[in-house]
């Protein structure tokens, strides 16, 4: 059974950071590009960045690019965002999901909240 477990989320000021984390497991983590998704109050997802198998090519929404890294560690089934310079505009709920752009998320998602 595949199970994608996002932590990290919280409440932070405009300007801050956080990191967010999704612990992969019931599949072969290493052999699938992997993306972020998010969804603000009131709105559709919007696909925020994805990461190929080996982490060697990653893509950006634009919204976020330069703002937002995506990595793995793949000895640790585990995929992250570092979220920097954060805005109120990026309050969402934040998924992982497995597979690349327009896959849909999987886990239950962690709330990541931009408020002063």
């Known amino acids: 059974e595949v199970q994608l477990v996002e932590s990290g989320g919280g409440l932070v000021q405009p300007g801050g950071s956080l990191r967010l984390s999704c612990a992969a497991s019931?599949?072969?983590?290493?052999?699938?590009?992997m993306s972020w998704v998010r969804q603000a109050p009131g709105k559709g997802l919007e696909w925020v960045s994805s990461?190929?198998?080996?982490?060697?090519?990653?893509t950006y929404a634009d919204s976020v690019k330069g703002r937002f890294t995506i990595s793995r560690d793949n000895a640790k089934n585990t995929l992250y965002l570092q979220m920097n310079s954060l805005k109120p505009e990026d309050t969402a709920v934040y998924y992982c999901?497995?597979?690349?752009?327009?896959?849909?998320?999987g886990g239950q998602g962690t709330q990541v909240t931009v408020s002063s």
């Open positions: 999901a497995k597979g690349g752009r327009g896959s849909p998320p």
């Open positions: 990461i190929t198998r080996g982490g060697v090519i990653t």
């Open positions: 019931g599949f072969t983590f290493s052999s699938y590009t």
